[in-house]
T-cell receptor
Framework: GAGVSQSPRYKVAKRGQDVALRCDPISGHVSLFWYQQALGQGPEFLTYFQNEAQLDKSGLPSDRFFAERPEGSVSTLKIQRTQQEDSAVYLC??????????????FGPGTRLTVT | GDSVTQMEGPVTLSEEAFLTINCTYTATGYPSLFWYVQYPGEGLQLLLKATKADDKGSNKGFEATYRKETTSFHLEKGSVQVSDSAVYFCALSTAGGYNKLIFGAGTRLAVHP
């Protein structure tokens, strides 16, 4: 079946612009995660949704970052007034997991954001 | 806080050589441990996992054993192939939570014929 998809795959933004990154998780997956992967580094957790509820946003680096999943399926990560340090690959992952169980997270291909 | 440390790369090997990529972790409680792989041009894929002490995860000839006493989860393969060239990430998720992953920095493996 279809995996996790993300769009756009590549985004170039001028500093100060707002961007919106989309994630389509695997159908039926309850959990959805966003991670940020800087060049040459491992992914770092940004935020977590269980269905439409955002249960953890502790990894969002500033109040310029905002994520939503209004119907418990598609999610959007929005970055306002982009800065050069926001340049990274943004990964989305989905999982069947609810709290207390270990399920595999399936990752999308990522959106590479470059802020010029 | 919880963290993962893995050996720096790149690791360069000849085909059929033995591979070890070291990974150690710091965590409260009893985390689950994972190895993810990122092939060139592709997304992250789960390679193997172990959810409790002394468990051995294995897949595609790769193995890793959850060692609580040394807080380690080293990745090994007896005979690497060119197709194993990729970036390998060690990761943990904290027990009882919703399984957010904490990753190491990644180790690039290059296998030459």
């Amino acid at each position: 079946g279809a995996g996790v998809s993300q769009s756009p795959r590549y985004k170039v933004a001028k500093r100060g612009q707002d961007v919106a990154l989309r994630c389509d998780p695997i159908s039926g997956h309850v959990s959805l995660f966003w991670y940020q992967q800087a060049l040459g580094q491992g992914p770092e957790f940004l935020t977590y949704f269980q269905n439409e509820a955002q249960l953890d946003k502790s990894g969002l680096p500033s109040d310029r970052f905002f994520a939503e999943r209004p119907e418990g399926s598609v999610s959007t990560l929005k970055i306002q007034r982009t800065q050069q340090e926001d340049s990274a690959v943004y990964l989305c992952a989905s999982s069947l997991a609810r709290q207390g169980a270990t399920y595999e997270q399936y990752f999308g291909p990522g959106t590479r954001l470059t802020v010029t | 806080g919880d963290s993962v440390t893995q050996m720096e790369g790149p690791v360069t090997l000849s085909e059929e050589a033995f591979l070890t990529i070291n990974c150690t972790y710091t965590a409260t409680g009893y985390p689950s441990l994972f190895w993810y792989v990122q092939y060139p041009g592709e997304g992250l894929q789960l390679l193997l996992k172990a959810t409790k002490a002394d468990d051995k995860g294995s897949n595609k000839g790769f193995e890793a054993t959850y060692r609580k006493e040394t807080t380690s989860f080293h990745l090994e393969k007896g005979s690497v192939q060119v197709s194993d060239s990729a970036v390998y990430f060690c990761a943990l998720s904290t027990a009882g939570g919703y399984n957010k992953l904490i990753f190491g920095a990644g180790t690039r493996l290059a296998v030459h014929p």
